[in-house]
């Protein structure tokens, strides 16, 4: 069964960091492109950041310089490394795998992430 699961989150006071991480159960993890995603209350589902087979990343400007996406083929996980959090950041954040050969795009069913100010 092809699934992502999501694990990390938590609370943390403003200016802290949080590492999340995602598990891929799919076939040949390293042919899909890995990303985070998240979902304030009330608001849509955005972009946070990508990786895709060969590590290229890329990031939504309110996360640059502050989160890193990184992945380790071997595992089949990706992880978020978050740094210097602000409360606009508190979210659900959902992990995604995509591969377009398959027709495949996984979601998983999301990691709270809460910042304090």
């Known amino acids: 069964q092809v699934q992502v699961v999501e694990s990390g989150g938590g609370l943390v006071q403003s200016g802290g960091s949080l590492r999340l991480s995602c598990t891929a159960s799919?076939?040949?993890?390293?042919?899909?492109?890995m990303g985070w995603y998240r979902q304030a209350p009330g608001k849509q589902r955005e972009f946070v950041a990508t990786?895709?087979?060969?590590?290229?990343?890329n990031y939504a400007g309110s996360v640059k310089g502050r989160f890193t996406i990184s992945r380790d083929n071997a595992k089949t996980a990706v992880y978020l490394q978050m740094n210097s959090l602000k409360p606009d950041d508190t979210a659900v954040y959902y992990c995604?795998?995509?591969?377009?050969?398959?027709?495949?795009?996984?979601w998983g069913q999301g990691t709270q992430v809460t910042v304090s100010s």
């Open positions: 799919v076939p040949i993890f390293r042919r899909y492109v």
């Open positions: 995604n795998a995509r591969n377009s050969a398959l027709n495949h795009n996984l």
């Open positions: 990786i895709t087979s060969d590590g290229t990343t």
